[in-house]
T-cell receptor, first 113, second 112 residues
Framework: GDSVTQMEGPVTLSEEACLTI???????????LFWYVQYPGEGLQLLLK?????DKGSNKGFEATYRKETTSFHLEKGSVQVSDSAVYFC????????????FGQGTELSVKP | NAGVTQTPKFQVLKTGQSMTLQCAQD?????MYWYRQDPGMGLRLIYY???????DKGEVPNGYNVSRLNKREFSLRLESAAPSQTSVYFC???????????FGEGSRLTVL
């Protein structure tokens, strides 16, 4: 079945450092890909998405490019802030599988001043 | 600006007790979902309702039942709670089955 694998955390960075969180997926069809973020004590919220190969999703300085050839959707940010501390979830939605979101295990990011 | 509202936010149960988690959304969404979140395992889908009047099992449905009461409300019931059901439960909704999910703040359940 479809699945999502993320790099394990926690990830600890200093403010203004570069961030990459790796995400790879397995899917039988042509899924849409998402990054969700969960701030402490809150529910998840959509950060960005891409619906087809080579699409780039971006929001709040974060970017991710849908790479079909490597089945990847890595999350990147050039300069992180303390306020970016959160848990980040990669997810896919495959219409051929009913469109339900399948999540990776989450990666906790902690940014120190 | 409520979005998705879950109650209760915290609950402690003893093994064998029953309880219902309530979820309501005010965005006129068709699809609603219940997930559980466990450390190192991400979110796993328990049940979902693609539209009013329909419900389907997700990845981990055993020990749970759901009711789509109307378009707004989707409840999750534990008939006989077990320690393995200790988790954080999230309700979510979306306009369509493939659309963006909007999540509630979560309900933390502990089963002793």
């Amino acid at each position: 079945g479809d699945s999502v694998t993320q790099m394990e955390g926690p990830v600890t960075l200093s403010e203004e450092a570069c961030l990459t969180i790796n995400c790879t997926y397995t899917a039988t069809g042509y899924p849409s890909l998402f990054w969700y973020v969960q701030y402490p004590g809150e529910g998840l919220q959509l950060l960005l998405k891409a619906t087809k190969a080579d699409d780039k999703g971006s929001n709040k300085g974060f970017e991710a490019t849908y790479r079909k050839e490597t089945t990847s959707f890595h999350l990147e940010k050039g300069s992180v802030q303390v306020s970016d501390s959160a848990v980040y979830f990669c997810a896919l939605s495959d219409f051929n599988q009913g469109g339900k979101l399948i999540f990776g295990q989450g990666t906790e990011l902690s940014v120190k001043p | 600006n409520a979005g998705v509202t879950q109650t209760p936010k915290f609950q402690v149960l003893k093994t064998g007790q029953s309880m219902t988690l309530q979820c309501a959304q005010d965005m006129n969404h068709n699809s609603m979902y219940w997930y559980r979140q466990d450390p190192g395992m991400g979110l796993r889908l328990i049940y979902y309702s693609a539209s009013e009047g329909t419900t389907d099992k997700g990845e981990v449905p055993n020990g749970y039942n759901v009711s789509r009461l109307n378009k707004r409300e989707f409840s999750l019931r534990l008939e006989s709670a077990a320690p393995s059901q200790t988790s954080v439960y999230f309700c979510a909704s979306s306009a369509t089955p493939t659309g963006e999910l909007f999540f509630g703040e979560g309900s933390r359940l502990t089963v002793l």
